[in-house]
DNA sequence: CCAATAGTTCGACACTTTTGAAAGTATCAA
DNA sequence: TTGATACTTTCAAAAGTGTCGAACTATTGG
């Protein structure tokens, strides 16, 4: 596995090694889950998503967001004064495929 | 998701969060790819899985074995003055879970 | 016993990460 | 235009991480 590649998995789990930032992605993924098996997207205001973050502040969230979205897991899109995030199939795709064993 | 549960895959993740760690368990993935697939489990001295780890101490080759081991993700085992490392095939399947969309 | 090998523990240092306060920007409603 | 909402940026403090050198332990071979 070429080193760049590893560096970009790394990144990615990098991501996701944040309880908060965790919470965010999981959050995300249930939601989408019945659109991401069909291979469609699924969009969601980022305020649905934050539920059992416990009072975590804005910039904090803010931050989290770009580091999923910079690491490739989400894709971000303003819908006026909202954000609208997506899991990035082709991420999630990636990390699953780096954990699979037969295939 | 309850909360302990995810701070556990947050942990994990972290594991793999950095580059040479995740050398490490990708190296020992694919070493033991065949016997996984099989359900049985792959043992692998420490020093095959050290490959693209470019000069790295071993102070901190046993820091890396040491968090992938708590994570949950391989266990180790002595075998003389050698030290064996196998993936742990719970950790994987709870990290697989967690990326699962369908099922 | 002595030396060599393989890994561990400790202490330190540079660097990164997480978080929030304060101030900033963009959008919308009135 | 004014005010409110929703997010972003910047700055800084506190905590965490990655790495190494030096010293340590355990095991083996001679």
Chains 1, 2 share one sequence.
Do not use: W, Y
């Not at 416990?54 to 909202?82: F, M």
């Amino acid at each position: 596995m070429p080193a760049n590649q590893v560096d970009k998995l790394a990144r990615m789990f990098r991501a996701l090694s944040n309880p908060n930032r965790l919470k965010l992605f999981m959050n995300l993924l249930e939601e989408s889950k019945l659109d991401l098996a069909k291979g469609r997207t699924h969009d969601c205001f980022l305020v649905k998503l934050l539920g059992g973050l416990g009072d975590i502040g804005a910039p904090t969230v803010s931050h989290h967001v770009k580091e999923l979205a910079d690491a490739g897991l989400i894709t971000t899109e303003r819908d006026g004064k909202q954000l609208i995030c997506s899991v990035d199939p082709d991420g999630l795709a990636a990390l699953r495929a780096a954990l699979t064993v037969a295939g």
